[in-house]
């Protein structure tokens, strides 16, 4: 079945560093892709997405391409802040078949200032 | 525009009562899914409302938990009798469009912890 398989955590950078935060998946077809993130005491909330090969999707700062060759979503920023603490979560969705988001364990980012 | 909503935020139960979880979703959004997250792991699906019909509960873990969706608005998740493992973070999620699509984005409420002593 389809699976997500993201990099473990918890990740502690500082302030401007450079984030990575690997992500593949396993699935039939062509998913849909997804990074959320919780902010502390917030619901999940839908960073960026990608709905085919190549797509890079952007919002914040944050970036992550869709590549089919390596099924791979990584999540990337180059300067990150402290706002940036948070769970992260990466997701992919299949529009035929069961219409659900299978997602990822998460992945607990804190920056230090 | 209001977002989803869940009730209660937190929840300690002892094993073997009953709790009935609450989601109200974006108001028109046809499709109410709930989720799970148990113990830092994945997040999981449970299942999946479009308006009041069931379109799939394969992820409900057993006949413990109960969901229901009336008037294809508000819908409740009900576990009886609770067990440890039960503990976790339920989360509902709401989205527009029937049949799916690119554009079609789950909006997730805030989650409800669920604590089973």
């Known amino acids: 079945g389809d699976s997500v398989t993201q990099m473990e955590g918890p990740v502690t950078l500082s302030e401007e560093a450079f984030l990575t935060i690997n992500c593949t998946y396993t699935?039939?077809?062509?998913?849909?892709l997804f990074w959320y993130v919780q902010y502390p005491g917030e619901g999940l909330q839908l960073l960026l997405k990608a709905t085919k090969a190549d797509d890079k999707g952007s919002n914040k700062g944050f970036e992550a391409t869709y590549r089919k060759e390596t099924t791979s979503f990584h999540l990337e920023k180059g300067s990150v802040q402290v706002s940036d603490s948070a769970v992260y979560f990466c997701?992919?969705?299949?529009?035929?078949?069961?219409?659900?988001?299978?997602f990822g364990q998460g992945t607990r980012l804190t920056i230090n200032p | 525009e209001a977002g989803v909503t869940q009730f209660p935020s937190h929840s300690v139960i002892e094993k073997g009562q009953t709790v009935t979880l609450r989601c109200d979703p974006i108001s028109g959004h046809d499709n109410l899914y709930w989720y799970r997250r148990v113990m830092g792991k994945e997040i999981k699906f449970l299942l999946h409302f479009v308006k009041e019909s069931k379109q799939d509960e394969s992820g409900m873990p057993n006949n413990r938990f109960l969901a229901e969706r009336t008037g294809g608005t508000y819908s409740t998740l009900k576990v009886q009798p609770a067990e440890l493992e039960d503990s976790g973070v339920y989360f509902c999620?709401?989205?527009?469009?029937?049949?799916?699509?690119?554009?079609?984005?789950?909006?997730f409420g805030p989650g409800t912890r669920l604590t089973v002593l």
């Open positions: 699935a039939t077809g062509y998913p849909s």
């Open positions: 999620a709401s989205s527009r469009l029937v049949g799916g699509g690119p554009g079609n984005e789950q909006f």
């Open positions: 997701a992919l969705f299949r529009y035929q078949g069961a219409q659900k988001l299978v």
